[in-house]
Nanobody
């Protein structure tokens, strides 16, 4: 079994910052990709930022220059540092990962989501 557990969401004022964390655990052999998606009420889930093997990152245009995704080399963890938050960043944020298990099965996993609310 593999689990992704997010933390770090909450309520913040416009212009503020939050740091989301996602930890993968279980029968993991390797992680090829970790990323963050978000879904606002009435909208489709969208990619926010991704971190691929080799250190390649990509960001949604709406968050470039404000959000930074990082992944320490020795841990099955990914972070999303969110600065200069705007009300339109309000959403449930989901961690996503492409994982190869110890049993050599490759699968895409989702976390349970963490709420981020940007409001004064």
């Amino acid at each position: 079994q593999v689990q992704l557990v997010e933390s770090g969401g909450g309520l913040v004022q416009p212009g503020g910052s939050l740091r989301l964390s996602c930890a993968a655990s279980g029968s993991i052999f390797s992680i090829d990709y970790m990323g963050w998606y978000r879904q606002a009420p009435g909208k489709q889930r969208e990619l926010v930022a991704g971190f691929a093997s080799g250190g390649r990152t990509n960001y949604a245009d709406s968050v470039k220059g404000r959000f930074t995704i990082s992944r320490p080399n020795t841990k099955n963890t990914v972070f999303l540092q969110m600065n200069s938050l705007k009300p339109e960043d309000t959403a449930v944020y989901y961690c996503n990962a492409d994982i190869t298990t110890i049993g050599n099965r490759k699968w895409n996993y989702w976390g349970q989501g963490t709420q981020v609310t940007v409001s004064s």
